[in-house]
C-alpha cells in the first residue's frame, strides 16, 4: 500500500507566522499535490509537482510556496499566515501522469488566530 | 479553465433507497472521471472511475454512468447502508500538461437508518 505522511495533523499558528507543511510518501511517485479542503468547495489545488524541483501553480496559488528537493518529499509553506488560510491541508501523490488515481494523505488541520 | 459542477451539495436518504449524486464538466477533451469517498475524519479514497471509451461501469452497490454529449457523469449508489455516509467528491483532469485533477465541490450523503 502507498502510504502518505503529513507530519502534523492540528497545528494552531498566529498570523504573520511562517508555516512549514510536510509530505512524505514511500512509494517512489512521481507527482505530488497539494489540496485545500473547505466546505462547499471541494478540494481546490495549490500546487503541484511533476518531478523533484518542478512544480506548477495550481487554482489557488496566493500566499503559498512549494519545495521538491527530494522526489519522497512535497512540503507546503505559508510564509507569512494570515486567519483566511485556515483550514484543511490535503497532499496527494501519483504514479505518473498517465495513472491518475491519487492516493491522498490524511491531513493537516490549520488555524491562524 | 476545467470547471466541474456537483449536484447536490447535501443528500439524505432512507436505508435501502438509492442515492444518486451528479457532476457537469466543461471540456469535452476529459477522458477520465473518478469518484472519491470520505468517511469523517479520513482520507479521501477512490471508489470508482471510468474512461470515455465505456458509458457505464458497476461495482457491487456503486455505478458510475457518463453521458459525453451532455458533459456530466453520475454516481449511483443502490441499497444505501449506514457505511455509505460520506462525503463523495467527482472530478476529471485537466488534460493539457501533467494532467492535474480538478475536484467538484462535494456532496455530504447521509443515510438514516
Known amino acids: 500500500d502507498v502510504k502518505v505522511t503529513q507530519s502534523s495533523r492540528y497545528l494552531v499558528k498566529r498570523t504573520g507566522e511562517k508555516v512549514f507543511l510536510e509530505c512524505v510518501q514511500d512509494m517512489d511517485h512521481e507527482n505530488m499535490f497539494w489540496y485545500r479542503q473547505d466546505p462547499g468547495l471541494g478540494l481546490r489545488l495549490i500546487y503541484f509537482?511533476?518531478?523533484?524541483?518542478?512544480?506548477e501553480k495550481g487554482d489557488i496559488p496566493e500566499g503559498y510556496s512549494v519545495s521538491r528537493e527530494k522526489k519522497e518529499r512535497f512540503s507546503l509553506i505559508l510564509e507569512s499566515a494570515s486567519t483566511n488560510q485556515t483550514s484543511m491541508y490535503l497532499c496527494?501523490?501519483?504514479?505518473?501522469?498517465?495513472?491518475?488515481?491519487?492516493?491522498f494523505g490524511a491531513g493537516s488541520r490549520l488555524t491562524v488566530l | 479553465g476545467e470547471n466541474v459542477e456537483q449536484h447536490p451539495s447535501t443528500l439524505s436518504v432512507q436505508e435501502g433507497d438509492s442515492a444518486v449524486i451528479k457532476c457537469t464538466y466543461s471540456?469535452?477533451?476529459?477522458?477520465?472521471f473518478p469518484w472519491y469517498k470520505q468517511e469523517l475524519g479520513k482520507r479521501p479514497q477512490l471508489i470508482i472511475d471510468?474512461?470515455?471509451?465505456?458509458g457505464e461501469k458497476k461495482d457491487q452497490r456503486i455505478a458510475v454512468t457518463l453521458n459525453k454529449t451532455a458533459k456530466h457523469f453520475s454516481l449511483h449508489i443502490t441499497e444505501t447502508q449506514p457505511e455509505d455516509s460520506a462525503v463523495y467528491f467527482c472530478?476529471?483532469?485537466?488534460?493539457?500538461?501533467?494532467?492535474?485533477?480538478?475536484f467538484g465541490q462535494g456532496t455530504r450523503l447521509t443515510i438514516n437508518p
Open positions: 496527494a501523490s501519483r504514479l505518473s501522469s498517465g495513472a491518475n488515481v491519487l492516493t
Open positions: 472530478a476529471t483532469p485537466i488534460i493539457q500538461g501533467a494532467q492535474k485533477l480538478v
Open positions: 509537482s511533476y518531478d523533484v524541483k518542478m512544480k
Open positions: 471540456d469535452s477533451a476529459s477522458n477520465y
Open positions: 471510468i474512461r470515455s471509451n465505456v
